[in-house]
């Protein structure tokens, strides 16, 4: 028992990229191709990078002429590419995948920037839903393309949020106070919550302690501190 389950660990293991099989309905395959891709990988790793099609249709529930037509095709369509063996003799060629997982690549990046896309349009429109919210009412034309050059400008929603967020703490409910936050967050390099927090609690604090400053020493006139006086 012990020798059969060495030998079945010699035979190794082959990975695969978990994209493809979620993915290969996307870049143009079916199970068939896949299934030929993954014997030909097979091959090529196992140190035969140029293996017969009657050597796949062993392995296949396929006929060697439908391998070959797979080859073929998959030639044809910019899935495996032939190369020239350089370090065997002049004539000898071996199968690349390199066009399948450049295609992969190309595809995850692409997912990757349709779901950011997708993410960035949603929060959007809760950050609209936010924001007539806290006015109690519909934002003007004007107010919604604020918003958007907020966005454009390379204010996440979630620092926008914040920035509304202290105006709502400073009751100062409009579009030029939240926009004064958001400068002057952007000039001090503020770009997440926390950093947000704690700027808005420090900024709090200097309130209180010129608060407290004046009703200590009311002769003196001390400025009360405001976003929009910075």
Known sequence: MKNNLYAWFKEGSMTIPSFLFTHYKKIGLNEQEVMLLLQLQHF??????????????????????????????????????????????????????????????????QSQKQEKAEQALNEGESLYTVFEQEFGRPLSPYECETLALWMDDDH???????????AVISG???FRYVDRILFEWKKNGIKTIDQAKNRGQQFRMHQKQEKKQATQTPIKDVPFYNWLEQ
């Open 44 to 109: 090529i790793e196992t140190g035969n990078d140029f293996p017969a099609p009657s050597q796949l249709a062993e392995r296949m529930t396929l006929q060697e002429t439908e391998c070959l037509f797979l080859i073929q095709r998959l030639i044809q369509r910019g899935y495996i590419k032939l190369e020239e063996d350089k370090g065997q003799a002049i004539g000898d060629e071996r199968y690349s995948l390199d066009p399948l997982y450049e295609r992969l690549i190309d595809c995850f990046l």
């Open 156 to 166: 996440s929603p979630s620092i926008i949020k914040a920035a509304l967020r202290e």
């Open 172 to 174: 100062k409910l409009n």
